[in-house]
């Protein structure tokens, strides 16, 4: 049996590269990518190496950007000589709009991979939240961060789960080692995400938060027993991070309704080709006219195409109203035209009539168009109860007044002494069965 499958999947790449449109900046607890020499103890002297450091000597030679400039070059952290805190070193990419990430890759420069640290998500720069863990060793899945390692090749049995891991963190291979960490791959909705998926997987900003430098095991030792100001330089210089690419893998969330994301050269956004009736960066909206049904994500059965509204013709825009929709459709119209009112622009609004109860369609109007138009009642404000009038154009008179436009006197001798309204002719509309 052939089936229709619906779900568009929007499978642009990007890639966290500078000239395509992405923005990377670096944060972290002391200056980094600069290249200073020892600090000295001395209060008095401290000051006038930060003055030369910053000014004369320190030069930035490995600066971030070169961790994604798609060539060999590298960034290059302080190396621990400068002080022990330098192994606290965050790097953060701000991609400049959310999408949906399926892989960040790292590639090492002329030091061994990260040991501890944990790959970070945002939507706004302010609030992260773990993807993963990576520790030396299993034991310090559980010391540093708490939790229960997964040995071996990362594996994944939730769509949200989120491990630690020892197997990217290995001394080896000393210069130029990989971490390769996909976040949908291996996940149990990979194929057709779920919500929890897309959720656990969008973000604008990826934070790596580096926490401790690789060094070698004897040297560890050393480090970890020595006061840091005693250890040879010559051990200490060599310990830094070194990054030559970061790459990042994403699509754009366009909700299963587009098939394309190109980069928008004005704004130097990815921006999807929406579908289906809808709008928006992420199309995940309708747009405006087609807020018939609600909107929906695009399955991959069902396309949940946006429904036109039914506003014959008098107006552009509509919202969704569950209320309505309990009844028949659920579009309500919004600023209808030439005098109309009412859910679908159906009926005229009061003041005005019409002999049909609802106008036509253009271009179905040529025959009649004069009569299809609604039409002001013109009840005489004197003799009329209202400025309403019936779908023949009649106004309510008070009693004494007579005529279309309630603007005729009644003859003395028909008057009667009271002034009471006449309601009998007086039209009732059937809203409900105009209710489209
Ligand atoms: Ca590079």
Request: glycine fraction near 6%; aromatic fraction near 12%; include cysteine.
């Amino acid at each position: 049996m052939f089936l229709l499958l619906c779900r568009i999947i929007t499978i642009y790449r990007v890639r966290a590269h500078s000239k395509a449109g992405f923005h990377i900046s670096i944060t972290s607890t002391f200056l980094t990518g600069l290249h200073c020499p020892i600090k000295p103890l001395s209060k008095e002297l401290n000051v006038l190496w930060s003055l030369t450091s910053v000014f004369f000597v320190c030069v930035e030679r490995h600066p971030i950007e070169y961790a994604i400039d798609g060539t060999n070059r590298w960034w290059q952290s302080p190396s621990i000589m400068n002080g022990m805190d330098y192994h606290y070193v965050t790097v953060t990419l701000d991609l400049q709009q959310v999408f949906q990430i399926a892989y960040v890759f790292l590639k090492a420069a002329n030091s061994p991979r990260p040991g501890n640290w944990i790959l970070e998500r945002s939507l706004d720069g302010e609030t992260f939240m773990p993807w993963q863990y990576y520790a030396i060793t299993d034991t310090e899945c559980i010391t540093r961060f708490n939790i229960v390692p997964r040995t071996g090749p990362p594996s994944y049995m939730h769509d949200e789960e989120v491990i630690c891991t020892s197997f990217y963190s290995k001394i080896h291979p000393l210069e130029n080692g990989e971490i390769h960490t996909s976040l949908i791959n291996g996940r149990p909705s990979a194929d057709d995400p779920s919500p929890t998926l897309l959720n656990f997987t969008s973000a604008r900003y990826i934070r790596l938060w580096f926490q401790r430098i690789r060094t070698l095991n004897a040297d560890l030792m050393t480090l970890a027993l020595n006061d840091p100001r005693d250890i040879d330089p010559i051990v200490t210089r060599r310990y830094y991070y070194s990054i030559k690419d970061i790459s990042v893998g994403g699509m754009c969330i366009c909700y299963g309704h587009a098939k394309a994301c190109p980069l928008n050269p004005y704004n130097k956004k990815f921006s999807c080709e929406c579908e289906h009736n809808t709008c928006g960066e992420s199309c995940d909206r309708c747009c405006p006219g087609y807020n018939q049904k609600p909107w929906m994500a695009g399955t991959f059965l069902t396309c949940h195409v946006c429904e036109k509204c039914n506003c014959h013709d008098k107006s552009e825009e509509c919202y969704y109203n569950q209320t309505v929709a309990d009844a028949k459709g659920g579009g309500v119209c919004l600023g209808c035209s030439e005098n109309t009112g009412g859910n679908n622009c159906q009926s005229c609004v009061d003041g005005y009539y019409r002999p049909s109860e609802v106008s036509c369609v253009q271009p179905n109007c040529w025959w009649d168009s004069e009569a299809q138009l609604c039409r002001p009642c013109q009840c005489s404000a004197r003799g009329s109860v209202s400025q309403r009038c019936d779908s023949e154009g009649r106004c309510i008179c008070w009693a004494g007044y007579v005529g279309r436009r309630c603007d005729l006197m009644r003859p003395p001798h028909a008057r009667r002494e009271t002034r009471r309204p006449i309601f009998s002719t007086f039209p009732t509309v059937n809203i409900s069965k105009l209710n489209f």
